[in-house]
């Protein structure tokens, strides 16, 4: 079998070995012009394979989705549904557009004429924005609420820490995200609606509910002693 930069792949090659001819097609075409990058690894006087592998690597820039998607603590249903939102799969009007499903375009929730869409509903919507910012001054803290990257940016690096403060404010981002989807799905499809407070109050109850598992949080659940202020 020939060595040519075409050379021919059998249909019943194993995986690794097509890895392996892709790679030696990287190294003929890519690899050529960062020859001199890849001599810079080294190690204590001695060239690093371990350094040049990740220079060669593709370079993505970094996202905090793992973070919020592996957080411990917050309830499994709500997991599922901050999962869907952070890879944006969750059903908008937007979406269902495209699938040709025909809906009223119109935000439920803030009734603004507006075309619900992800980056809408979290957290450009009122009543989203609302609910979120009562969370966090429930906490402590101060802050402008911002569109839905940006909010995701934020806690990603919070929760990394694994404090239990951040884990709490994990917690209740995921809550959040999960009882602005369901009460978005009552206005839109049973013709429900809750009250700022009933909602803000259930993920109050939720948070020390299951706060009673995790030993870390008592502190913080003591000085959380009280309902949001709406």
């Given at each position: 079998?020939?060595?040519?930069?075409?050379?021919?792949?059998?249909?019943?090659?194993?995986?690794?070995?097509?890895?392996?001819?892709?790679?030696?097609?990287?190294?003929?075409?890519?690899?050529?012009?960062?020859?001199?990058?890849?001599q810079l690894?080294?190690?204590?006087?001695?060239?690093?394979?371990?350094?040049?592998?990740?220079m060669?690597?593709?370079?993505?820039?970094?996202?905090?989705?793992?973070?919020?998607?592996?957080?411990?603590?917050?309830?499994?249903?709500?997991?599922?549904?901050?999962?869907?939102?952070?890879?944006?799969?969750?059903?908008?009007?937007?979406?269902?557009?495209?699938?040709?499903?025909q809906?009223?375009?119109?935000?439920?929730?803030?009734?603004?004429?507006?075309?619900?869409?992800?980056?809408?509903?979290?957290?450009?919507?009122g009543?989203?924005?609302?609910?979120?910012?009562?969370?966090?001054?429930?906490?402590?803290?101060n802050?402008?609420?911002?569109?839905?990257?940006?909010?995701?940016?934020?806690?990603?690096?919070?929760?990394?820490?694994k404090?239990?403060?951040?884990?709490?404010?994990?917690?209740?981002?995921?809550?959040?995200?999960?009882?602005?989807?369901?009460?978005?799905?009552?206005?839109?499809?049973?013709?429900?609606?809750?009250?700022?407070?009933?909602?803000?109050?259930?993920?109050a109850?939720?948070?020390?509910?299951?706060?009673?598992?995790?030993?870390?949080?008592?502190?913080?659940?003591?000085?959380?002693?009280?309902?949001?202020?709406?």
């Open positions: 079998m020939g060595l040519g930069r075409d050379m021919f792949i059998p249909k019943q090659s194993s995986w690794i070995v097509r890895k392996i001819i892709a790679t030696r097609e990287w190294f003929s075409t890519v690899a050529i012009s960062v020859i001199p990058t890849l690894p080294i190690k204590e006087g001695k060239y690093s394979i371990k350094i040049a592998y990740g060669m690597l593709p370079q993505y820039p970094k996202v905090n989705l793992k973070s919020l998607v592996i957080l411990q603590g917050p309830i499994p249903r709500h997991q599922f549904i901050i999962w869907l939102a952070l890879h944006q799969r969750l059903s908008t009007v937007d979406r269902l557009r495209k699938w040709g499903i809906v009223q375009t119109d935000c439920v929730l803030c009734e603004n004429v507006v075309i619900e869409s992800h980056e809408h509903l979290f957290f450009d919507c009543y989203s924005q609302h609910i979120w910012a009562a969370i966090l001054q429930w906490v402590g803290l802050r402008d609420i911002g569109y839905w990257h940006s909010e995701v940016e934020w806690l990603g690096k919070k929760v990394r820490s404090r239990p403060w951040n884990v709490i404010l994990g917690f209740l981002f995921t809550a959040t995200v999960y009882h602005v989807c369901m009460e978005r799905n009552n206005h839109r499809f049973n013709k429900q609606k809750k009250t700022f407070e009933s909602l803000i109050r259930d993920i109850l939720q948070l020390h509910i299951v706060g009673q598992k995790h030993v870390r949080w008592a502190l913080c659940l003591h000085r959380l002693n009280r309902f949001p202020r709406v």
